[in-house]
């Protein structure tokens, strides 16, 4: 097994960690990477399809790059949302496990800056970091990336915006000799901007895992619903899907709110996910749903980033993406490792016509998922009845002329 590994010229203690993580063979996108990224001669951009393995492509070689003679920031690793880079963090701490020396440091936004300041006063070698939080600690002058060798962009796409404001800012502070490697799930037009503003002239491009995002073993459907009944028939498909695991996107926060809410009434395990709850809220939630504690997330696209937990069996777009991005994004949150997962699109009629396009566009097939009888959904309904009934708590203080009837 790790003889594949070793073929791509990675060390023995990384070896071992990953031998002991039980990574069978490299994926694509790795065989791809690791060896350019090791030669450590230019510019990189690499495209592969969420849960591909790309942060192990682009994390061993840079931990084995590494000096650990030198005490200075030699790599920065940019990521859209806290929830990525401390997925991130966790697969690079589990990585080095046999590498005691190279110092990692996660410095994201949503938590206090204090501690991370003081993290920083001490040796570091790796920090992970989102824009924002990194661009002020660059203002603050707690972070010194003059000797930085290495700037990765992950997930370059899901923070376009983001960089076009900050990479100027964060380059500025970097030698003029550093190489970027760029990794994204899909590249729009802003992403091929940035790479022609940014990167070198000669800067080395693969993909990997692009044929169709149908081969990552995802089922994609669609079905069609009434907006009166949109609500039943999301409920009818969770009730058939108990006991499992999934996510459901929504386009807005006020949407997330609502949805969750009423999945609650009707006693489904579940709990909310966007951008305006507080950091410490998303982070409980997110733990409640990688233990298990929680079946479904109801989330926001940009919320839901950094979700690597590999038991998702489903993920539900309650509204059609804007972007074709969004979807692949959305999509590739289930099938993960080389597991199945379903994708069920819920669409009103006016909107089946934009399927081709994202079949057009993506290279996937959709199928049609037949909408239950009003049969089925009463008698769903009647089922969640019963339900709410039966974990409601009985009111004790009850009168005593009820007691005599």
């Known amino acids: ?77 940019l990521v859209p949302t806290r929830e990525l880079g401390h997925q991130i963090f966790s697969n690079l701490e589990a990585f080095a496990k046999h590498l005691p020396q190279v110092s990692i440091a996660a410095t994201c936004g949503g938590i206090p800056i204090k501690p991370q300041i003081e993290r920083l006063a001490t040796p570091t070698h790796i920090v992970v970091a989102t824009p924002g939080r990194l661009i002020d600690l660059i203002q603050r002058k707690a972070i010194n990336l003059k000797e930085t060798k290495f700037l990765i962009l992950d997930e370059a796409d899901e923070m376009v915006t983001i960089l076009k404001e900050s990479l100027d800012e964060i380059i500025a502070e970097l030698p003029k000799n550093h190489k970027t490697f760029l990794f994204s799930a899909t590249m729009p037009g802003t992403i091929k901007q940035l790479i022609q503003n940014y990167l070198n002239k000669n800067v080395v491009q693969v993909s990997a895992d692009m044929q169709t995002i149908g081969n990552q073993g995802i089922d994609h459907q669609y079905i069609v619903v009434d907006p009166i009944e949109k609500l039943d028939v999301l409920m009818h498909f969770l009730t058939s899907k108990e006991g499992e695991r999934g996510i459901i996107f929504c386009k807005t926060k006020a949407a997330v709110n609502k949805l969750a809410k009423n999945l609650a009434i009707n006693r489904f395990s579940s709990g909310a996910l966007h951008g305006s709850l507080s ?118 203080e009850v009168s005593e002329d009820f007691k005599k009837v």
């Open 1 to 77: 097994m790790s003889k594949q590994f070793a073929d791509l010229g990675i060390s023995a203690p990384l070896l071992k960690a990953i031998t002991e993580l039980k990574f069978v063979a490299p994926t694509e996108i790795q065989t791809k990477t690791i060896p350019v990224l090791l030669s450590n001669t230019t510019d990189f951009v690499g495209l592969a399809k969420t849960g591909t393995g790309k942060t192990a492509a682009f994390g061993l070689p840079l931990l084995q790059l590494i000096d650990i003679n030198s005490a200075v920031v030699q790599a920065v690793i």
């Open 279 to 396: 950091q410490g809220i998303r982070d409980r939630i997110m733990e409640q749903f990688r233990e298990g504690h929680i079946n479904i997330l109801v989330a926001t696209d940009l919320a839901a980033r950094g979700i690597d937990v590999k038991e998702i069996s489903y993920v539900v777009n309650y509204h059609l993406p804007d972007v074709y991005e969004a979807y692949v994004h959305r999509s590739g949150r289930t099938a993960r490792a080389g597991a199945k997962g379903l994708s069920l699109t819920v669409l009103q009629a006016e909107e089946v016509v934009e399927i081709a396009d994202f079949e057009k566009e993506l290279g996937i097939k959709f199928s049609k998922l037949k909408k239950p009888s009003l049969d089925n959904i009463e008698e769903n309904n009647t089922l969640l009845w019963a339900k709410k009934i039966f974990k409601t708590k009985p009111n004790h």
